[in-house]
């Protein structure tokens, strides 16, 4: 389904925000992790909601998340999930688990709900001790709520290094219902999914049992969250948490519904539109790149090339200097380790062929350095080698991606 046909079916909210399905609320307050930002979020459903998750691929996890991953995996629903930014509560040893299950603990207290419904999150400096008596603090604080300014403010305590805030929403309706999927995400540097530092919520008020909307997200993430990257790190923080508390009193959906296809691809395209503010939010990142394969021998290598072109250091680095060096973009084709045919490889840059039949053809150097001067760089190449398919998104790499990350501890 083509945007066009999928904004037909469903509506884009102006108040992108994720509180907006039925029966969600949430909140965002400074508790004194970091020096003068929000650093503490919660979001609450007023009843217990389905629950789907996808976490870090790194062998390195933080506390909160082998918390929040046995959590999910020994319940189908959640209610709650709490989470700090400023510290990661990684590397921090039997004291960082203990503190993690103090979070959940203190928030089922003031909630009054069991510990095993709520999820916590953690995100920022890896290898220092939370400060509990802080974290204590404004968990007593904190009170959530289902206005738009209780969103935004969530979605400013969970930022780190983030320029922007990323928020999206749509509607669509259901059994002649309306239900509403909305999302907020966190992450801009250690961006490599499968995943990244990177933490999205996705609520919606759809009636949807665990076991489908778990298979639902993980092959969502497939195709948005594990296809960008920004600087090919994988952090030990990295979580995706969908809660669908079924308030919208819809049929309950299965892939045997007929509207489980535009429930899906609506599903899919607030990941996608997650993770591509997260793509073009990449640390000093001026530009969001596209990379589009088609011809793969399948979807997975199309994908894979994809990503291996958007990830290339030498990509990335001509497309911030706005140089037109395709030698580049196919050199990348061709170390991804799939199936090619050299001499049948077609790339354009924008609208402008620069390779055919794997050799380059005459075009204008100096249109193309105007195109890439664009805040999004397309870049699309088709292999002739089978039907599959792929996306992946990324950013330019900048002086300022090395300011940033050399002084990010001091």
Not at 49 to 69: C, W, Y
Request: glycine share 8%; charged share 20%; with cysteine.
């Amino acid at each position: 389904m083509d945007m066009t046909q999928l904004f037909e079916k469903a509506k884009r909210l102006v108040s992108e925000s994720i509180v907006a399905p039925k029966g969600f609320s949430a909140a965002g307050i400074h508790c004194g992790l970091k020096h003068k930002k929000k650093d503490l979020g919660i979001i609450v459903s007023e009843v217990p909601a389905s629950v789907a998750g996808v976490f870090t691929t790194n062998a390195i996890k933080a506390a909160p998340l082998i918390l929040t991953k046995e959590t999910v995996y020994a319940n189908d629903k959640m209610q709650a999930i709490i989470i700090n930014s400023g510290n990661a509560n990684a590397c921090t040893g039997q004291q960082g688990l203990e503190d993690a299950k103090k979070m959940q603990m203190l928030t089922a207290q003031k909630l009054e709900i069991s510990p095993n419904l709520v999820g916590v999150s953690s995100t920022g400096v890896i290898g220092e001790q939370l400060q509990m008596d802080q974290v204590e603090a404004g968990i007593a604080k904190i009170e959530a709520g289902n206005k738009l300014e209780n969103a935004i403010d969530f979605a400013q305590a969970i930022l780190t290094t983030d320029t922007v805030m990323k928020n999206t929403a749509y509607s669509l309706e259901i059994d002649g219902k309306e239900v509403i999927i909305a999302g907020v995400a966190k992450g801009s540097g250690m961006i490599e999914p499968n995943m990244a530092t990177m933490l999205s919520f996705i609520t919606t008020d759809a009636h949807i049992e665990q076991k489908e909307l778990q298979a639902l997200l993980k092959s969502t993430t497939d195709v948005t969250f594990n296809a960008i990257t920004v600087d090919g790190d994988t952090s030990t923080n990295d979580t995706v948490l969908v809660l669908a508390n079924g308030l919208a009193q819809n049929d309950v959906l299965t892939p045997n519904h007929p509207d489980w296809q535009q429930f899906a691809e609506v599903f899919a395209q607030v990941a996608q539109d997650l993770a591509k503010m997260i793509a073009k939010d990449g640390e000093g990142a001026t530009k969001l790149i596209e990379v589009t394969v088609d011809g793969g021998l399948t979807d997975e290598e199309a994908r894979k090339i994809a990503k291996t072109v958007v990830g290339s250091p030498l990509v990335k680095t001509a497309v911030f200097g706005c140089d037109a060096n395709w030698g580049r973009v196919i050199c990348a084709i061709g170390y991804s380790g799939c199936t090619i045919d050299p001499t049948n490889i077609l790339i354009k840059i924008g609208d402008i062929t620069v390779v055919e039949k794997g050799e380059p053809i005459p075009f204008s150097e100096e249109a193309l350095t105007e195109y890439l001067k664009n805040h999004e760089v397309k870049i699309y190449a088709d292999l002739h080698q089978g039907t599959g398919s792929g996306q992946a998104w990324g950013c330019d790499l900048t002086y300022d991606y090395v300011q940033i990350n050399a002084t990010y501890r001091s």
